[in-house]
């Protein structure tokens, strides 16, 4: 099964990083203000504060040393011992961490523009926000980063 994380304020473009790969990650800036930030159910966090490391060892904490969202994912991958085929990309929402899932081509048509509709036939919705997601150049773009950042391979 794969791990579930758990990111702190500071690490959000690497939430989203994380998410892209299909990992269950939570956000800290998602959670009201005031309010604990809850990072229990088997989480792993993610920090960038040292003290943290003390009071939270039982918790096995990851600390992030990097600034550069990719680095930091690096970090993750090598600290949950994460492989390639650990990752399931584009199968949660960025927005809301939702499992997304496949939607009929009609059902988008309102919600997505013209061309995209006229040009993609394959589409997901996240059934908790609704926002819709197609494999884009941006799908691709992504994953080549990953890729070459990562030296992974099919």
């Not at 990992?23 to 966090?45: M, S, V, Y």
């Not at 096995?60 to 650990?86: C, F, M, W, Y």
């Not at 960025?94 to 509709?117: F, G, H, M, T």
């Not at 197609?134 to 799908?139: D, Y």
């Amino acid at each position: 099964m794969a791990p579930a994380f758990a990111a702190e304020r500071t690490l959000g473009r690497l939430g989203k990083w994380l998410r892209m790969l299909g990992f269950d990650t939570i956000l800290e800036t998602e959670c009201p203000r005031g309010r604990f930030f809850e990072h229990g159910g088997g989480r792993i966090l993610l920090t960038r504060t040292r003290k943290v490391m003390t009071t939270q060892a039982a918790r096995k904490p990851v600390l992030i040393r990097s600034n550069d969202p990719l680095e930091q994912l690096g970090e993750v991958l090598r600290a949950a011992a994460l492989t390639p085929e650990d990752l399931r990309p584009f199968t949660r929402c960025l927005r809301c961490n939702e499992p997304i899932v496949p939607a009929p081509k009609a059902e988008v048509q309102r919600s997505v523009p013209d061309y995209v509709w006229q040009r993609y036939s394959d589409f997901s919705t996240c059934p908790r926000c609704g926002r819709v997601y197609w494999p884009g150049t941006h799908t691709t773009r992504s994953l080549e980063r990953i890729e070459k950042h990562f030296r992974f391979k099919d």
